[in-house]
C-alpha cells in the first residue's frame, strides 16, 4: 500500500518505538481469520435501502461468558478491519495497530475481546482480505455494479452496520470503542448514536465533525476522480477505469497524511542537486516519483467510487447528526479520551481539541492529551505506542 522506502520507514520507526517503550517481547497474537457478515434490506441514515449487505470483520482474544469484555476497533480512511496480528506466518507486516494490541498490550486481548469490521464503501473492494459493500458490487435487480446509483452513505451507517454485527455476537454493550482517523469518526458517533451501549470512547487523531475547510480540503482528494475523462459518471465497470484520476488522488492522500518534517527527511539527499528535472520539464523529482510509484501500488486494489463515496461520508460528518455538534455530543455518556498528534496537518488538533472541551463543558468525563511525532496524520498509526500507558490506564478505569 506504500513505497519501498515508506514501507522501510514505517517498519523501522515501529521496531524503535516498541524499543523505547520495552514492547519488542510482547506476546503475538495467533494467526488471525478474516470472517464475513451479511445482512439485508439496510436502511441507510439518508432513507435508501441497499437489498443486502456484506462486511468482513476479524476478531482477536476471546469473549467471556458475560460478553461485557467486547472493544470495537474502528478503521481510518484507506485501511479496513485488520488491526493487529498476521493472516500467516508469511506476512510482511501485521495489521495497523499491532504496537498496541495483543497479549500484555495496551488493548489486551488476554483480557479483551478485540473486534474490527470492514466498513461500507471500503477504499478497496479488490482486496483479497477486504470484504465490503458499496458502488463496485453487484447491483441484484440489474446484475451489474450499482456505480452511482448505490446510495450515498454516512459515517452513521457504517455504525450501523457494524452495529449489526455485534447484535449478531450478542453483545449488547461494548467496554470501548477506539479508532484512528476516519475511525475516530466512527467511535465518536457511536457514542452519540448508542450511548446505553459504549462505557468508554477513544479517538485517536479525529475530530467531531467536518469543518468547511475539511470539506474543501476533501474536495481535493476526489477532484482527480471527477476530472479523469474514464470515470465516466461512474461508469466505468465495463470499461477502461479512471485509473490515472484515482492515482492521482492516492498520491494527495498519502501526502495529506504525512507532515513536512518526515518527508523532507526521506528525500532531502536525493533531491539535493538533481539534474533531470532541470534538463527536462517532463522529469519528476524523486519524491514525486516516489509519491508516484506508492499511489499506482495502493490503486491495485482501490475503486474511483468506493474513494468518491468515502469521501463525502467523512465529508457529511458531524458526530450524533443533528442541528449542532454540542447537541449531537449531548446524548453521550461514555468515558471520551481524544489522542490528536501535535504535527497532523489534515485533522489538526484544534478539531479534537474543541469536541472535548465541548464535552467538558456539557460536564462529561473526557480527557486529551497529544501524540508527538515527525510523521503528522500518520502518528495516529506509525506513534500511537507513546499513548499506550495511557490508553491501558483508561481501559483499566
Aim: hydrophobic residues 45%; glycine residues 8%; without cysteine.
Amino acid at each position: 500500500m506504500v513505497s519501498a522506502k515508506l514501507q522501510k520507514w514505517l517498519i523501522v520507526a515501529s521496531v524503535i518505538a516498541m524499543s523505547q517503550f520495552g514492547l519488542v517481547n510482547a506476546a503475538e497474537l495467533p494467526l488471525v481469520k478474516k470472517q464475513v457478515f451479511s445482512t439485508e434490506n439496510f436502511q441507510t441514515y439518508g432513507g435508501e435501502t441497499i437489498a443486502e449487505v456484506k462486511v468482513g470483520w476479524e476478531a482477536y482474544g476471546e469473549l467471556n461468558a458475560a460478553k461485557d469484555n467486547a472493544i470495537l476497533i474502528t478503521h481510518f480512511f484507506s485501511g479496513n478491519s485488520h488491526a493487529a496480528g498476521k493472516y500467516s506466518h508469511e506476512d510482511a507486516q501485521p495489521g495497523y495497530w499491532d504496537t498496541i494490541i495483543g497479549p500484555g498490550k495496551a488493548i489486551d486481548t488476554n483480557e479483551f475481546y478485540v473486534i474490527s469490521i470492514d466498513t461500507l464503501v471500503n477504499q478497496e473492494p479488490s482486496n483479497p482480505n477486504v470484504t465490503t459493500t458499496g458502488p463496485a458490487t453487484i447491483n441484484p435487480e440489474t446484475g451489474k455494479p450499482y456505480g452511482l446509483d448505490f446510495p450515498v452513505v454516512t459515517i452513521r451507517d457504517f455504525v450501523n452496520v457494524q452495529r449489526l454485527v455485534i447484535d449478531s455476537l450478542g453483545i449488547d454493550t461494548l467496554h470501548a470503542v477506539v479508532g484512528a482517523s476516519m475511525g475516530s469518526l466512527q467511535a465518536l458517533d457511536w457514542a452519540a448514536a448508542y450511548p446505553d451501549r459504549v462505557e468508554r470512547m477513544i479517538s485517536v487523531i479525529g475530530m467531531g465533525e467536518a469543518d468547511p475547510w475539511t470539506i474543501a480540503n476533501l474536495q481535493h482528494w476526489a477532484n482527480p476522480i471527477i476530472n479523469d475523462p474514464n470515470w465516466n459518471d461512474g461508469d466505468y465497470y465495463s470499461s477502461a477505469p479512471p485509473t490515472a484520476g484515482v492515482v492521482q488522488a492516492l498520491r494527495m492522500i498519502t501526502l495529506g497524511s504525512l507532515h513536512p518534517q518526515i518527508v523532507n527527511q526521506m528525500y532531502a539527499a536525493s533531491s539535493a542537486g538533481e539534474k533531470a528535472p532541470l534538463q527536462d520539464i517532463r522529469a519528476n523529482f524523486a519524491v514525486v516519483d516516489q509519491l508516484e510509484a506508492a499511489a499506482n501500488l495502493r490503486a491495485t486494489y482501490a475503486d474511483a467510487n468506493h474513494i468518491l463515496y468515502l469521501v463525502r461520508a467523512n465529508q457529511l460528518f458531524m458526530a450524533g447528526f443533528q442541528d449542532s455538534l454540542a447537541d449531537g455530543l449531548a446524548n453521550i455518556t461514555a468515558k471520551s479520551l481524544f489522542l490528536p498528534a501535535t504535527n497532523d496537518l489534515l485533522l489538526q488538533p484544534y478539531m479534537a481539541k474543541r469536541v472535548h472541551n465541548l464535552l467538558v463543558e456539557q460536564g462529561k468525563d473526557s480527557s486529551y492529551a497529544e501524540i508527538d511525532g515527525p510523521w503528522g496524520h500518520l502518528d495516529g498509526v506509525v506513534s500511537i505506542i507513546q499513548q499506550a500507558d495511557l490508553i491501558q490506564q483508561f481501559l483499566q478505569e
